[in-house]
């Protein structure tokens, strides 16, 4: 069959997929997963086999900074705690103890190989699980958790898997694993940092969402590839660079750049996520086939993978609800804080600064307290609770990371074939037991998921704010002079009636032409109060007095406005 007529079938499988699961409730990925099962039996269909160096370098990266350009910083940086909990301290536990239970029933397995396996299977894959939970309107604190643990438990895994292969021939001292993973981390987020502020960089002077979306493609690789290169994690990399992009590219990319950039990545994120899902399937029948059925092997690898993956969910359920505890008694006591900062907040108001150096701390201290209260009100409206610590533990679905990694074993390792079957048999049962069985568990909790009204009011309250700076440029004298000449009065009449009927309008930055009428005052006067608004908008991002999803429905409406009038008057753009 013509490998286009196969990326055909496949895409048209992936929609149909996803026009199904909004009908039926069904997670995409778990039908694609099942369609992909039953095409691998087929006789006809020859047997699926994907070099997992594809997945690792080829698929991952891109999957992984779609997902993080999108992930607020604000968000990460308030859950930053609970994400490292999950993703760093929970995978390290849970590739020990399942490496030793493996070593246990199996000892003809070495303990480093079945640590090996351990780090295979203990990352996470929140697409299943984001998928239901927001589908079902979970707080969104928690599918930040879920994403954000899925972004970085892969990075710690890979590196715990490649520690353990290297001690499988040979003899690694837990001294030069820890500092093997100290350097992978440090070395990646230095990558990824530089990567990310570069490639922005470059992005906010091409003003043109060709070329910048065509940038943003080579990002992912660009922030991999070295750090692979070096030995770190090519995977964390990739992830810082993404939030640094997602956070800066608000500030320095135009609106048409950052519209076309979200449409083009959501629609290449939409295809990686769920083909991967799809390909998992059909690699089923291969990796049966390589076992030797006249022994037995199949029936304990798939009786070694239903025992390993009652471990990791009952390991993840001792994990997180005394994590989740201990994070509720400690945000509880931050709460005790309130009265400290309003009292500081009150002496900051009558203090009157001498001199400007005094003036600009002031304003410093006043922005940290306003921070502060910001992160309290955060954690008294989106506390965690015990049904969010049961929602959490349900959702350990494992995916194709997980595959794709246990194939990267070396081919000469003892057993390949019994562990790859193994990593696959809990992907299964996992993203079909607890993948499946989500959406009662969240019914049955009746957990309260973010209230409609009150974001509402809620996103009112800040465009009404950042409205408010764009019309206090109307109201300096300064700003109404276009090429030392003032503006006619009607456009700053018409402008004012303008912002006081909407609530929201976009940034607008370029030059006057030689003669300038009224629309083209309009439009470069317009630009001048955007600004504003716009750096209201940023300033209330940076202090994170709003919740995250109100200050992204906030940008939406800005870049959905600011696009419609750069396409009514592009010649001012």
Known sequence: MEPTLIILIAVTLMI?????????????PLILLTIGIGISFIPSVPTIEIDPEWILAGVLPPLLYAAAVNVPVLDFRRNFKAITGLSVTLVIVNAIVTGLLLHWIMPQINLALAIALGAVISPTDAVAATSIGKRLGLPSRLVTLLEGESLVNDATALVLLRSSIAAIGGTVSLWSVAGDFVFSAAAAILIGLIVGWITITIRSRLNDPVLTTTVSFMVPFLAYIPAEHIGASGVLSVVVAGLVTGHRGTKVLAANDRISEHTNWNTVQFILEHGVFLLMGLELRGLITDLDHSQGQLGNALLVGLILTVLVTLLRFVFVIPQMTLLRRDEQ??????????????????????????????????RGVAQRSAHLSFIENQGLTWKGSVILSWSGMRGVVTLAAAQSLPAATPYRSFLIVVAFTVAVLTLVGLGGSLPFVIRKMRIQGDDVDAHRLETLSLLKEINEAALAILDEPAKLLIEDKPVDPGVVERLRKQYQKRAILSQMTGPSTERLNVATQTFILQRRMLEAARDELLDARAIGGYSSRAIKQAQELFDMEEYRLNKIHPETH
Do not use: H, V
């Not at 002496?347 to 006043?366: G, I, V």
């Open 333 to 366: 006591k931050r709460l005790n804080d309130a009265d400290r900062l309003n009292e500081m907040e009150e002496r900051l108001k009558k203090y009157e600064p001498q001199s400007e150096r005094l003036k600009k701390q002031k304003t410093r201290a006043q």
């Open 16 to 28: 149909g997929a996803a026009l199904f699961s909004r009908r039926t409730g069904i997670a995409t």
